[in-house]
């Protein structure tokens, strides 16, 4: 007997973890991505001379899941000592993405099959198959099962686009919206600097390889990118930059991007959730961060590894007999 075909929809750390899974199961995965680069929101940018993280550096995880985390990081990101840690639940361990995670999650991707495309439709086949429309008038790819990995809001758009029954618990989901600056620049700097300033809920600027180069992210707090959300692209960027500038002054800023990151925030979507299939006559699930608070905090690693061990329990499950 072949292999069972998934089409995982999606390349983030949920759709990655989930094609490890499925691998090892004896599947056969494949991940549909629009993105150039895998990872989501815990990829990297090309910034001037250097790769910049444009999501949170440090996550929490329950200790059940070091496995998963080891399987998908292997040794590039770092346990934090009980002194580095404000905030951690006594039954959660927090780790930070070294200085080779995001080059790490790259080669990880490499090792899956993979096909570079926008899912804008999708739709069972008569013969029980799901088939996946790219770029709506482009190839069609069909799966025994499909995965759904987008944030809560994407995943409704594409089922009402496709009039697939969209199941309750994903009528209330909204976005929460962050404006992002990522760019490079020349500071001498000894340590990462964390800014407390109204203007911006996190600064990060860090050395790279060169000697007085820097990458910097900036996220702006949510009252200000509430407001600064519809301005026209280079207003918002010259509104960050000149923002950024005064928070750091002696920061000289050679390269820099806005990138507009949409959070799925409205639903706490529980791992048994995503271990049921979107409707019970289709093998199709949905996992992820996207599916569970704000995708930006902390125990976001947490979520999409819980998903996507459920989601991957699921479909298992259905195809086992």
């Not at 490890?20 to 990829?43: C, E, M, N, W, Y």
């Not at 990880?108 to 570079?116: A, E, G, K």
Request: glycine share 8%; proline share 5%.
């Amino acid at each position: 007997m072949s292999a069972l075909q998934v089409g995982i929809v999606g390349g983030g750390i949920s759709g990655l973890s989930l094609a490890q899974h499925l691998s090892r199961s004896g599947a056969s995965p494949t991940i549909i991505d629009k993105a150039v680069r895998l990872g989501g929101r815990f990829s990297a940018r090309p910034v001037g001379h250097s790769l910049v993280p444009t999501s949170v550096r440090s996550f929490n995880v329950r200790h059940d899941q070091i496995p998963d985390v080891r399987s998908l990081f292997d040794e590039t990101v770092v346990r934090l000592t009980a002194s580095e840690v404000n905030d951690s639940a006594a039954d959660s361990l927090s780790w930070r993405f070294g200085v080779d995670s995001f080059e790490h999650i790259t080669k990880i991707s490499q090792t899956f099959n993979r096909v570079h495309g926008l899912v804008t439709h999708v739709a069972p086949t008569a013969s029980g198959r799901i088939a996946l429309q790219l770029w709506a008038n482009g190839p069609t790819l069909t799966y025994d099962a499909v995965v759904l990995t987008p944030p809560g809001p994407q995943l409704v758009e594409l089922l009402r686009r496709s009039e697939i029954k969209i199941p309750n618990r994903l009528q209330e989901v909204r976005y929460s919206r962050q404006l992002v600056f990522i760019g490079s620049g020349r500071k001498v700097l000894p340590n990462e600097p964390h800014l407390a300033d109204d203007f911006w809920s996190n600064v990060y600027v860090k050395k790279t390889n060169k000697t007085d180069e820097v990458s910097l992210a900036a996220y702006a707090s949510h009252a200000v990118s509430e407001r600064l959300w519809e301005q026209d692209a280079t207003a918002t960027q010259a509104d960050l930059a000149t923002a950024l500038h005064s928070s750091v002054p002696d920061l000289q800023i050679d390269h820099g991007d806005v990138k507009r990151w949409r959070y799925a925030n409205a639903l706490h979507l529980a791992a048994r959730d995503c271990g049921q299939a979107l409707q019970p006559s289709l093998p199709m699930w949905a996992c992820g961060d996207g599916l569970g608070g704000p995708s930006g905090t902390a125990w976001g690693v947490s979520r999409a590894l819980s998903t996507a061990a459920a989601a991957r329990d699921g479909l298992l499950s259905a195809f086992s007999g």
